[in-house]
């Protein structure tokens, strides 16, 4: 693929929402994106990775590769993690970069990339006390969460695969590009 898009590395978590992951990434795409999908160790097992590498044209990343090894993806105009699980919000606002996906979470705030996650836990999880401050600090770092009133709500327990409205992170990401004076 040629360098002629933005790039946006699409990072995933293991949630049951990863299963439709090829709908966001369509959805990408038909806005002038070129999509690279980056999904956690555990979020193999939710999606279709044939599939995804077929339809972006690039690997399915989910571990670092060696030194002297040329990376296969063009380097990232943003990135969007959908779905965010509650793991991997609390581990990133603490800079543990255990996985890729974290790794380049982690470095993308300090490049300044326009940044946007989109949690997706239960509401068990979300009433655990550091997923609050875990939000209310990558806010303080830049990154638009789009969660809370009126723009996602954790279901209960077992809810995992409700639908999910997938303009929303991407309408976020656009206002992100466009106004990038608008960090939170």
Do not use: H
Request: charged letters at 20%; aromatic letters at 8%.
């Amino acid at each position: 693929m040629s360098r002629t898009s933005r790039v946006l590395y699409l990072i995933v978590c293991a949630s049951p929402r990863a299963r439709r992951i090829g709908e966001l990434v369509g959805r990408a795409q038909a806005r002038g994106w070129t999509v690279c999908v980056i999904p956690t160790p555990q979020a193999l097992k939710f999606i279709d990775r044939p599939t995804l590498e077929e339809q972006t044209g690039f690997p399915v990343r989910s571990e670092y590769k060696q030194w002297d090894i040329t990376n296969p993806l063009p380097p990232p105009d943003a990135m969007l993690a959908c779905p965010a699980t509650c793991n991997t919000g609390n581990k990133w606002v603490y800079g543990l970069a255990d996985t890729l996906a974290l790794a380049l979470l982690t470095e993308a705030i300090g490049l300044g990339l326009p940044l946007v996650v989109a949690p997706a836990l239960n509401s068990a999880q979300a009433v655990y006390p550091a997923f609050d401050r875990s939000v209310t600090a990558l806010r303080e770092m830049g990154v638009t969460v789009l969660y809370g009133p009126g723009v996602y709500g954790p279901g209960p327990p077992g809810s995992g695969g409700r639908p999910y409205d997938w303009e929303l992170p991407l309408e976020a990401l656009q206002e992100k590009v466009v106004r990038p004076e608008r960090r939170k």
